[in-house]
Structures are given as structure tokens and as C-alpha cells.
């Protein structure tokens, strides 16, 4: 069983970065995709970013330019830089990993920004 555990997230002001980490219980190389959702009160879970195997980053148009995923094959763990936060990016944050066989999430870690 594949375990993905967030961290990272807080209460930050508008303008500020906020640093996500996944830290996943195997190689991530294993998986076809690694990436980021995201969801907020009465709303859908939304794809932030994503880097496929062998692919190019994707990002959703409202972060692009602003957040950076990455990732650290050699620690197992996925980044998720957010920069020039907005109240709207205000959500729970989740991991994901795809593999050939099933998809698997973390538990979600909370991002709120206000002032």
C-alpha cells in the first residue's frame, strides 16, 4: 500500500509563499504521474499541477506563473511552490500519485490565505 503524507500547509497573508511537501512511502519513479489538487468549501477538487514521467510540468491557468511543482526522486518527496498567494487559492491541498494499476492520495493538508 502506497502512503502519501502532505505537509506544509498554514495561514498565510495575501502576497505570501507557502512551501507543500508530499512524502510518499516508495519511489516515486514508480509512478506514472505525481501532482497536486485541490479543493474548497462546495466546490470540485481541481488539478493544480502535475509532472507526468518523462513530461513536461502541467499547471491549472490560475496558478501558472505564480506556483512551481518539483520534484526530489532521490527523497521520495513532490514540492509544490506557491508563490504571491491569493485568497482564492484558499484550500485543502492534496498529494496524488498514479500509478499503471490505481491512483492514491494523501490526506490533505490546509491552506488559508486571508489577512
Known amino acids: 500500500q502506497v502512503q502519501l503524507v502532505e505537509s506544509g500547509g498554514g495561514l498565510v497573508q495575501p502576497g505570501g509563499s507557502l512551501r507543500l511537501s508530499c512524502a510518499a512511502s516508495?519511489?516515486?519513479?514508480?509512478?506514472?504521474?505525481v501532482g497536486w489538487y485541490r479543493q474548497a468549501p462546495g466546490k470540485q477538487r481541481e488539478l493544480v499541477a502535475s509532472i507526468p514521467r518523462g513530461g513536461s510540468t502541467n499547471y491549472a491557468d490560475s496558478v501558472k506563473g505564480r506556483f512551481t511543482i518539483s520534484r526530489d526522486n532521490a527523497k521520495n518527496t513532490v514540492y509544490l511552490q506557491m508563490n504571491s498567494l491569493k485568497p482564492e487559492d484558499t484550500a485543502l491541498y492534496y498529494c496524488?500519485?498514479?500509478?499503471?494499476?490505481?491512483?492514491?492520495w494523501g490526506q490533505g493538508t490546509q491552506v488559508t490565505v486571508s489577512s
Open positions: 496524488n500519485a498514479d500509478s499503471m494499476f490505481s491512483g492514491y
Open positions: 516508495r519511489s516515486i519513479s514508480f509512478f506514472n504521474s
